[in-house]
């Protein structure tokens, strides 16, 4: 390990990469420190008996700004899940499609039975302005949590509670909906203008393509980092001086590596695996549980949207749940089987995913969802609690924060 760089990063999620990246492009000296084994942070695949599972049940938007400038997505093989949802409700499975994908279900879903006509109406017309109306617009709005900017679109407590609630505290890992209203307003945005879709080879394979022009020997794993400050960074095998330190791990761990930024709170996310010969549903369409009962956020058949999910012959089930309390398997395996319409006793349990820390809270005020990078001369931050709380939110801010970064050295020189 060198003794000195021009710029360590701390960190080798999708922040970390996506600064390492812009770095590298800029021919600047700099290397990545990655605690772990591998690369990716909360973004990771795990195999279990011929399964890919993701570190909890997570999804790529083509949408998503930065990733185009990173990556061609095309050649992470996707395999895209319907532009829409199956909502379960009062006995019947009802379809919502949007209607921008799918023109062909647009009269069905005008008729859907979740919510009134005017709310489907409305609704439209709230995603609508989010995928059409400039960013710096739709930034400037006037800021509320979700659930409030919904009711100020005179959306009803019927389609709220049936379809928005199950559907966006799943997006947002946020079941009482506190979330910034220019949060919710990207999300639509993404949604409208993009394909939701997972890599053939898990998700795992996001930051692996990220990652993939870079030297292989400037990203060091197994290094854990004790402490930054400008000019320094200490691991167990000593200091390493540079002229910008940038750190780009989880908030819990740079709230600790850097006290003076504020803590973040954080949402918890749990995924059941279940695995199956026989799946419940042909289609790669989301499910939600519009009985309000407010136990499972979703649930869906990943090997129908990406079938090396799973062996030949079997059929992967993830079911996922909003909250920090672990709920009982056979909990979840009984309200799958109401959602499904069949019974799950023969699904095999492959594991349960709890993840204390999944994403950040986002609550008002936000602003543009642009926090500081530059800490101090010589120390940055990224992450996607700098930016909005997603896949989208960690790229941008590495890249923002390495932008940052170059200004510096570049005004030193």
């Keep these: 390990m060198p003794a000195d760089t021009d710029v360590v990063i701390v960190g080798g999620g999708l922040a970390g990469l996506a600064a390492a990246r812009r770095l590298h492009r800029a021919g ?24 890919q599972l993701d570190r909890g049940f997570q999804v790529l938007n083509t949408a998503y700004p930065r990733l185009g400038t990173l990556l061609d997505p095309d050649t992470l093989d996707l395999g895209y899940f319907t532009p829409g949802v199956l909502v ?25 039975g979740v919510g009134r006509l005017t709310d489907r109406l409305r609704f439209a017309a709230l995603a609508a302005g989010c995928a059409t109306l400039p960013v710096h617009r739709l930034l400037a709005a006037p800021e509320t949590t979700t659930e409030t900017a919904l009711r100020r679109a005179g959306l009803s407590d019927a389609i709220i509670e049936e379809l928005l ?14 979330t910034s209203s220019h949060v919710l ?6 949604f409208a203008r993009g394909r939701i879709g997972l890599p053939a080879a898990g998700m795992a394979a996001l930051p692996a393509a990220v990652a993939a022009p870079l030297p ?31 750190v780009a791990v989880d908030p819990p761990t740079a709230s600790a590596l850097l006290p003076a930024l504020p803590r973040v709170r954080m ?26 009962r407010e136990l499972l956020a979703n649930t869906t058949v990943i090997s129908n949207a990406a079938p090396s999910y799973a062996p030949a012959g079997q059929h992967l089930i993830a079911t996922s749940t909003v909250g920090p309390t672990v709920v009982p398997e056979p909990t979840v395996r009984t309200e799958l089987a109401r959602l499904y319409g069949r019974s799950t006793a023969d699904w095999t349990h492959l594991t349960t995913v709890h993840i204390p820390a999944a994403l950040p809270a986002a609550p008002p005020p936000q602003g543009r969802l642009r926090k500081p990078v530059r800490l101090a001369e ?36």
Excluded at 267 to 287: F, G, K, M
């Design 28 to 51: 600047v000296p700099w290397l990545l420190l990655e605690a772990t084994d591998r690369l990716g942070g909360r973004v990771t695949t795990d195999r279990v008996d011929g399964f």
């Design 88 to 112: 379960r409700r009062h006995g019947t499975l009802t379809r919502l499609v949007n209607p921008a994908r799918e023109p062909a279900g647009t009269a069905r879903t005008a008729l859907a």
């Design 165 to 178: 609630r199950p559907f966006l505290s799943g997006v947002l890992v946020d079941r009482e909906l506190e």
């Design 185 to 190: 307003a990207m999300v639509l945005r993404s």
């Design 216 to 246: 292989a020997g400037l990203l060091q794993l197994d290094t854990p980092v004790s402490a930054v400050a400008p000019g320094t960074v200490r691991t167990p095998t000593g200091e390493i001086h540079c002229r910008a330190a940038l």
């Design 267 to 292: 949402h918890a996310y749990t995924t059941y695996y279940h695995a199956t010969d026989t799946p419940p549903l042909t289609e790669p369409v989301l499910l939600l549980d519009g009985d309000r």
């Design 378 to 413: 010589g120390l940055f931050v990224a992450g996607d609690h700098r930016d909005s709380p997603s896949i989208q939110g960690a790229l941008a801010s590495g890249w923002r924060a390495a932008g940052a970064v170059l200004r510096q050295l570049r005004a030193g020189t």
